[in-house]
T-cell receptor
Framework: NAGVTQTPKFRVLKTGQSMTLLCAQD?????MYWYRQDPGMGLRLIHY???????AKGEVPDGYNVSRLKKQNFLLGLESAAPSQTSVYFC??????????????FGSGTRLTVV | EDQVTQSPEALRLQEGESSSLNCSYT??????LFWYRQDPGKGPEFLFT???AGEEKEKERLKATLTKKESFLHITAPKPEDSATYLC??????????????FGKGTKLSVKP
């Protein structure tokens, strides 16, 4: 099925460990996004990319890094995980800057717990 | 500063009891307003896009409307399967956001049989 695929779906990390979340889309979308969603806070933008090889900071970028080496993949890295990074992470994509009658296509999320 | 506010935060309805969810926005140059539905443990799923004041869109028991300052999501005779969190987002023409969506915090709807 076409769409946005996130791996893994669940992960438990110890404080200080590192990990990479993978987002893959097969719709040839230019723009890709990483959000975190916390109770009462809504969706907050971490980083985004407007095309292969580009990345930009969002609202809450500290403690995260990203890479977009291939158009279809957008990776989110945590170099040294902290309990404050416990959250549900969503990846999203869209075709271009403005043209999108449906906004974003979202993945199903990664639930990360840092202990 | 661009802002999106949704109300109420939570809404409990009896099956068949119609109501409305509100999304008010303060943005410079609205390009579009989007409604999403999010079920527990899943990503947001697209419902509607509205572009100009006066526009309306319908899908089954849902109808979305738009004015210059706010949007409403009307739910007519809801069923338990309509229970979900409903998210509103806006896209603007201006600023350095590259056309990114600005999300509200959502309204959690519960419909009891």
């Amino acid at each position: 099925n076409a769409g946005v695929t996130q791996t893994p779906k669940f992960r438990v990390l110890k404080t200080g460990q590192s990990m990479t979340l993978l987002c893959a889309q097969d719709m040839n979308h230019e723009y890709m996004y990483w959000y975190r969603q916390d109770p009462g806070m809504g969706l907050r933008l971490i980083h985004y990319s407007v095309g292969e090889g580009t990345t930009a900071k969002g609202e809450v970028p500290d403690g995260y890094n990203v890479s977009r080496l291939k158009k279809q993949n957008f990776l989110l890295g945590l170099e040294s995980a902290a309990p404050s990074q416990t959250s549900v992470y969503f990846c999203a994509s869209k075709p271009g800057q403005y043209f999108s009658n449906y906004g974003y296509t979202f993945g199903s999320g990664t639930r990360l717990t840092v202990v | 500063e661009d802002q999106v506010t949704q109300s109420p935060e939570a809404l409990r309805l009896q099956e068949g009891e119609s109501s409305s969810l509100n999304c008010s926005y303060t943005v410079s140059g609205l390009r579009g307003l989007f409604w999403y539905r999010q079920d527990p443990g899943k990503g947001p799923e697209f419902l509607f896009t509205l572009y100009s004041a006066g526009e309306e869109k319908e899908k089954e028991r849902l109808k979305a409307t738009l004015t210059k300052k706010e949007s409403f999501l009307h739910i007519t005779a809801p069923k338990p399967e309509d229970s979900a969190t409903y998210l509103c987002a806006v896209q603007t023409y201006y600023g350095g956001s590259q056309g990114n969506l600005i999300f509200g915090k959502g309204t959690k709807l519960s419909v009891k049989p």
